[in-house]
């Protein structure tokens, strides 16, 4: 059965540092979306993509975050200077369409900065 | 921004037990999704409603959307049941607004 996968299952970086995690959506999805779950707290929708452009952000999702699809099957998220607070499981899902359609999940990159 | 209240936070029921968890919101949606969260962290999309019911197997799901009001039912609870279930939101189907989450434990 297609999975989503991400790319590096964890990753420990300094303050201040920039990381790139990196997601393998299902081949045929047209909808890509990237959450947050800091330890201990609910998940957190930082923001969806679609046709080559963010179709929704967070409050969460400024400056120092951006997404790019840059070629045909990887989905990255990109936190400039990240801070301790970036700490959490960042999880990113595809869609194929549709409003009800089922979201598929990857397995999560854990981000520990210190 | 969407209140998402889930009840109750935790729940724990015998083998076999009929189970209920509940998901209300503050503002009208066009998509209501449950998921389940494994212990290990991982996230598995049960459904994804925007009205009346849906059946996969021993789960039901249902939303009234006038209630602003979702439930989920689990059938012959089993320990293989035992996860975090989180309802999540959506106005437009593309930003979504998640709940904290039930914490289901099924004893043998």
């Known amino acids: 059965e297609p999975e989503v996968t991400q790319t590096p299952s964890h990753q420990v970086t300094q303050m201040g540092q920039e990381v790139i995690l990196r997601c393998v959506p299902i081949?045929?999805?047209?909808?890509f979306y990237w959450y947050r779950q800091i330890l201990g707290q609910k998940v957190e929708f930082l923001v969806s993509?679609?046709?080559?452009?963010?179709?929704?952000k967070s409050e969460i999702f400024d400056d120092q975050f951006s997404v790019e699809r840059p070629d045909g099957s990887n989905f990255t998220l990109k936190i400039r200077s990240t801070k301790l607070e970036d700490s959490a499981m960042y999880f990113c899902?595809?869609?194929?369409?549709?409003?009800?359609?089922?979201?598929?999940f990857g397995p999560g990159t854990r981000l520990t900065v210190l | 921004k969407n209140e998402v209240e889930q009840s109750p936070q935790n729940l724990t029921a015998q083998e076999g037990e009929f189970i209920t968890i509940n998901c209300s919101y503050s503002v009208g949606i066009s998509a209501l999704h449950w998921l389940q969260q494994h212990p290990g962290g991982g996230i598995v999309s049960l459904f994804m409603l925007s009205s009346g019911k849906k059946k996969h197997g021993r789960l039901i799901a249902t939303i009234n959307i006038q209630e602003k009001h979702s439930s989920l039912h689990i059938t012959a609870s089993h320990p293989r049941d035992s996860a975090v279930y989180i309802c999540a939101v959506s106005e437009t189907g593309n930003q979504f607004y998640f709940g904290t989450g039930t914490s289901l434990t099924v004893i043998p």
């Open positions: 081949s045929n999805h047209l909808y």
């Open positions: 993509f679609y046709n080559n452009e963010i179709s929704e």
């Open positions: 899902a595809s869609m194929m369409g549709g409003l009800t359609d089922t979201q598929y």
